[in-house]
């Protein structure tokens, strides 16, 4: 009797102790979630407490939308682009910094440094930077350049220069720390077989890398598909469209047009493809670990 | 060989000034007036002048910003902290179904981008009283940050052996006693790395206090910050001085924590 008291009291603490982070789960993920379903298929204003219920009318205006089919352009473009260059520029920051080289530390810290401020800030720096900073440093090279940020042609390449910077830190860790966990003896052993740099990187480093790249790839696409701060506190989409992306979207049709039934809409589809687009990346980069 | 290398390190040399330099010029602006800066945009001021500093200490909230900072990112990483271990405990103890249910629904839950439930989360603080109020933005912080804290305690107590527990039961200890004398000190590098990756996360963090502290006394430091720059546009040197300022504690937490947070990374990486 005493043994099933105690197994059941020892149950009851096991209970008890996830009680808070389930409250915490429900309170902050699982109610906004079903809120932000039911409200799509609304037409709530996303202030007043009165709404009617529409059926899939949101859903296929999102789909006759040119604006959000705009926004996801410029985000697949932003995303697709950011994610290709920081992985590049971390990786190359990561072979040669985990190389020898004198003050590896020093430049791993500058590097990193970027990712620890805020967006707001970097924005506002950078914002300056183009419009005043970088051009009275080519104007002594006789070259007279205006704000990316101000052209509809190069803003979105404005931005991702700018999320370049700050994007690299992370990425070039997780290549280190993946790195250090390649034995040395294999390049070694490759070395002595006559195999160049590019040769033992192409087939001993990389294939090893592989998971590394896997995570990378997929931490800064997903990230750079939720793009918000960066894009609101520079350009705020313009000039024109030209950098609205549907995180930007979403909150101008919720909170500035008052289309909170629709907003929620534009919202379900974008986790939608979120998901979609993590599952199928998923799938390749496993299949191509296992193949090498 | 050699001549590679010295190319290499000239090439990373030269990056790594780029990337300093956009920076230097925040600082610099920070420190000249507007007619120093007209007359000459990249030299170094005569003499050092902080009373851009002085001004925009004075004119912004920056005090008030800064502890509402530090109120809401300490505590809320206190709460993810104990939140996660004590739910990280009972998945990893209790190998049942019901546990690992709840253990995948954390997991899928930080597939969901903030973004998509913005909306709900604004009108759910409007109806529960949680705008404007530390408590509110903190729990929801929580509710955030424990989906990853999970999935870092869960996978570190289960590497925990069984062994020193079962000898704390027959010592008569209670299951929340040994949790909280024997598993919750060995819990240090997990914790340290759940500390580093939210603290960070939450005191640069834009869009939630953009939507929950709207009112002047709550701001954090980014969304002060961004009122701040919409507010002295015209004066450029008094904005980069709290540009500056406001960038100081993060990268002296930086610093200090570099081990730290360069290890979180690592590890999020594995487990991710």
Redo the contacts between chains.
């Keep these: 009797m005493g043994n099933l008291q105690r197994a059941l009291?020892?149950?009851m603490?096991?209970?008890l102790?996830?009680v808070?982070?389930?409250c915490?789960?429900i309170?902050?993920?699982?109610?906004?979630?079903i809120?932000?379903a039911r409200?799509s298929f609304t037409n709530w204003d996303?202030v007043s407490n009165k709404f009617a219920f529409v059926g899939w009318d949101n859903y296929v205006k999102a789909y006759q939308d040119p604006g959000f089919w705009a926004a996801l352009g410029n985000t697949a473009k932003y995303a697709l682009i950011l994610t290709l260059l920081v992985n590049v520029f971390s990786l190359l920051?990561a072979l040669?910094?985990d190389a020898f080289?004198?003050l590896r530390n020093v430049?791993r810290?500058?590097?990193?440094?970027?990712s620890?401020?805020?967006?707001?800030?970097?924005g506002?720096?950078?914002s300056?930077?183009y419009s005043?900073?970088i051009p009275?440093?080519l104007s002594h090279f006789g070259l007279d350049v205006t704000s990316p940020l101000g052209n509809p042609d190069y803003a979105l390449f404005g931005l991702i220069l700018v999320a370049l910077?700050q994007g690299i830190g992370?990425p070039m860790?997780?290549y280190?720390?993946?790195l250090q966990g390649i034995p040395q003896e294999l390049s070694e052993s490759a070395k002595i077989d006559g195999a160049g740099v590019w040769k033992s990187f192409r087939h001993i480093t990389f294939p090893l890398l592989a998971p590394?790249v896997t995570?990378?790839l997929?931490?800064v696409l997903?990230g750079s598909l939720?793009v918000?701060?960066l894009v609101?506190?520079t350009t705020n989409g313009g000039p024109g469209f030209a950098t609205e992306v549907?995180?930007t979207y979403?909150?101008r049709t919720?909170?500035s047009s008052f289309q909170?039934g629709y907003?929620?809409a534009l919202?379900?589809m974008?986790?939608l493809i979120?998901?979609i687009v993590?599952v199928v990346q998923m799938s390749i980069s496993r299949r191509r670990e296992v193949e090498m | 060989m050699k001549k590679t290398?010295i190319a290499?390190?000239v090439l990373?040399l030269v990056?790594?000034l780029i990337?300093?330099?956009?920076?230097y010029?925040?600082v610099l602006?920070s420190v000249k007036t507007a007619k120093q800066t007209f007359d000459s945009?990249?030299a170094l001021p005569s003499s050092l002048d902080f009373s851009n500093y002085l001004h925009a200490w004075q004119t912004s909230k920056f005090p008030v910003a800064i502890s509402n900072s530090l109120i809401i990112t300490g505590l809320s990483v206190v709460?993810i902290v104990?939140?996660?271990a004590?739910?990280g405990?009972?998945?990893a103890?209790?190998n049942k179904p019901f546990?690992n249910i709840?253990f995948l629904?954390?997991l899928s839950?930080m597939?969901?981008?903030?973004?998509?439930?913005?909306?709900?989360?604004y009108?759910?603080g409007k109806t529960l009283h949680m705008l404007n109020t530390h408590w509110g933005i903190i729990?929801?912080y929580?509710?955030?940050g424990?989906?990853m804290g999970?999935l870092f305690y869960t996978a570190f107590i289960k590497q925990i052996s069984r062994e020193i527990e079962e000898a704390a039961t027959i010592d008569g200890c209670?299951?929340?006693g040994i949790?909280f004398r024997v598993i919750l000190p060995l819990l240090k590098p997990v914790t340290a790395t759940v500390v580093v990756l939210n603290a960070?996360y939450i005191?640069?963090d834009?869009?939630l206090p953009l939507l929950y502290l709207q009112d002047n006394q709550y701001r954090t430091?980014?969304?002060q910050?961004?009122f701040f720059?919409g507010q002295y546009s015209s004066d450029?040197n008094l904005?980069?001085a709290y540009?500056v300022m406001?960038?100081i504690p993060?990268?002296v937490?930086?610093?200090l924590m570099?081990k730290f947070?360069?290890k979180g990374?690592?590890a999020g990486?594995v487990k991710?």
């Design positions: 009291r020892k149950e603490w096991y209970l102790f996830i808070p982070g389930v915490l789960f309170m902050a993920v699982v109610i906004p979630l809120m932000g409200y996303g920051l040669v910094l080289l004198p430049f810290t500058i590097f990193f440094l970027p620890v401020i805020s967006i707001v800030l970097s506002f720096i950078w300056y930077n005043t900073g009275q440093l910077w992370s860790i997780i280190i720390a993946g590394s995570i990378n997929l931490l997903t939720k918000f701060d609101f506190v549907v995180s979403i909150y919720s909170f909170g907003g929620m919202s379900m974008f986790f979120l998901v993590t | 290398r290499v390190f990373i990056l790594a990337f300093l330099f956009p920076l010029i925040a602006m945009f990249y709460l104990l939140v996660s004590l739910a405990y009972s998945i103890r209790r546990y709840i629904l954390f839950g597939m969901i981008p903030f973004q998509v439930t913005m909306l709900p989360l009108k759910l729990l929801i929580g509710g955030f424990i989906q999970v209670s299951t929340p949790f960070l005191w640069n834009f869009l430091i980014p969304l910050q961004y720059f450029l904005a980069f540009a406001g960038m993060v990268i937490f930086f610093l570099q947070i360069i990374i690592a990486a991710g």
